[in-house]
């Protein structure tokens, strides 16, 4: 049975710091791509991060970029993402995800977690 458990949300001031962790279970980590993405309340799903299974290639969305970094520990079938700087407009609740591919679509990710709430207070 597949499982994405994120952990590590929470309140936060504006210009602190988060490390959001994933575990995941029930498939081999180490050959999926695996994502971030955020969805805040009355807003589309959003796009954060990605890393390659390897995690030798990443990507951020333009509005987290020099902000966050996504990494993984594929001995620990974990990724992480620290989160520095953070704004208002960070918060959301943040899912983790995996998919075998490299996908722009969030809507086409094979597997997800529950998500963990972010809350950034100005």
């Known amino acids: 049975q597949v499982q994405l458990v994120e952990s590590g949300g929470g309140l936060v001031q504006a210009g602190g710091s988060l490390r959001l962790s994933c575990a995941a279970s029930?498939?081999?980590?180490?050959?999926?791509?695996m994502y971030w993405v955020r969805q805040a309340p009355g807003k589309e799903r959003e796009f954060v991060s990605a890393?390659?299974?390897?995690?030798?290639?990443?990507y951020y969305a333009d509005s987290v970029k020099g902000r966050f970094t996504i990494s993984r520990d594929n001995a620990k079938n974990a990724v992480y993402l620290q989160m520095n700087s953070l704004k208002s407009e960070d918060t959301a609740v943040y899912y983790c995800a995996a998919d075998r591919w490299y996908l722009s679509d969030t809507s086409r990710y094979d597997y997800w977690g529950q998500g963990t709430q972010v809350t950034v207070s100005s």
């Open positions: 890393v390659s299974a390897s995690g030798g290639r990443v």
């Open positions: 029930g498939f081999t980590f180490s050959s999926y791509w």
